[in-house]
T-cell receptor, first 112, second 108 residues
């Protein structure tokens, strides 16, 4: 079975641009969470979606938004990129909101 | 403030030299404690979930234990392929709160 799939794996953006990151959860999993991991730190919670509804939001500015589609895949959007948004963005899927979380390999975003 | 602290930040071991990593937390209403392994540039790989004090789980050379305020990841006779960052996370409401990890290097 395929694990959690994230795309793209790497991308480089310029300050002020917009970016969309994509995640496909494990088949049968209905929850997707997004995390930001800055080099040398642990992942920080951004959003959780379950059954296409936002269930949780971390301490990130409104430039960050997300959504979940009927097939349970998800997008994370970041507007007006800042240098500090450079990080590894991780998607995690789970069957429900309180189960074990399986992470994808992440998208490495570099803002220049 | 809900917090997860891991120690040490970095650990260098000779192959076969057993040791323990610590994860302490100050989260009320804990729904579970997770251990993950992360290789450079990769996503975290699930190792264990612990739910209640006194619980223990093992996998190959790794053993995780949980008390009311901390968890330990014991590594017995480590091998170079065990080199990675080990992350601890507590499950709190709708999210995982991670520590900053322990970077483990095992030398032959």
């Amino acid at each position: 079975d395929a694990g959690v799939t994230q795309s793209p794996t790497h991308l480089i953006k310029t300050r002020g641009q917009h970016v969309t990151l994509r995640c496909s959860p494990i088949s049968g999993h209905k929850s997707v969470s997004w995390y930001q991991q800055v080099l040398g730190q642990g992942p920080q919670f951004i959003f959780q979606y379950y059954e296409k509804e936002e269930r949780g939001r971390g301490n990130f500015p409104d430039r960050f938004s997300a959504r979940q589609f009927p097939n349970y895949s998800s997008e994370l959007n970041v507007n007006a990129l800042l240098l500090g948004d450079s990080a590894l963005y991780l998607c995690a899927s789970s069957w429900g909101t309180g189960d074990g979380y399986t992470f994808g390999s992440g998208t490495r975003l570099t803002v220049v | 403030e809900d917090q997860v602290t891991q120690s040490p930040e970095a650990l260098r071991l000779q192959e076969g030299e057993s040791s323990s990593l610590n994860c302490s937390y100050t989260v009320s209403g804990l729904r579970g404690l997770f251990w993950y392994r992360q290789d450079p540039g990769k996503g975290p790989e699930f190792l264990f979930t612990l739910y209640s004090a006194g619980e223990e789980k093992e996998k190959e050379r790794l053993k995780a234990t949980l008390t009311k305020k901390e968890s330990f990841l014991h590594i017995t006779a480590p091998k170079p392929e065990d080199s990675a960052t080990y992350l601890c996370a507590v499950h709190y409401t709708d999210k995982l709160i991670f520590g900053t990890g322990t970077r483990l290097q095992v030398f032959p």
